[in-house]
């Protein structure tokens, strides 16, 4: 990943400049997605990994599933790989600079919607299960 970013960079330094309307959007959303990485991935991620590690073999605790299936990390997922696409989106198309904000909060703002609608979906189907078998579920926090 970091040879990635290393060989994106060179290549922004040498063939355009950083002044580029949609290099610079593009800088600014990728210092998003680390943020959102640094913020709300990593520590439930860590906090899932301990999980796994804590449990003995061949049990699965309900809540790791909750860790698992937890709806902000799912949704904070999807926004990530919503804005990869929206950066793509600019480095083909190489917008002005109105243009590439507009991307980047549209793909912000779909990531976000997808993660909230399949979120809910899921949740929503997990408590009509519950209520059949009986059982309640709580809802994830």
């Given at each position: 990943m970091l040879l990635l970013l290393a060989a994106g960079f060179y290549l922004a330094l040498s063939a355009w400049?950083?002044?580029t309307s949609w290099i610079a959007v593009t800088l600014v959303s990728l210092l998003l997605m680390i943020a959102l990485v640094a913020a709300l991935i990593r520590p439930r991620m860590r906090a899932i990994v301990m999980a796994t590690r804590e449990i003995p073999d061949g049990s699965f605790?309900?809540?790791l599933s909750k860790r698992i299936h937890d709806p902000?990390?799912?949704t904070?997922?999807?926004i990530q790989a919503v804005l990869l696409l929206g950066i793509v989106f600019l480095m083909t198309t190489k917008p002005e600079l109105a243009n590439s904000i507009i991307v980047m909060v549209v793909?912000?703002?779909?990531?976000l919607a997808l993660g909230v609608l399949v979120s809910r979906a899921t949740r929503t189907r997990g408590l009509e299960v519950a209520a059949r078998t009986g059982r309640t579920r709580e809802p994830v926090a």
């Open positions: 400049s950083l002044g605790p309900s809540q902000v990390l799912f904070v997922l999807l793909a912000l703002v779909l990531g």
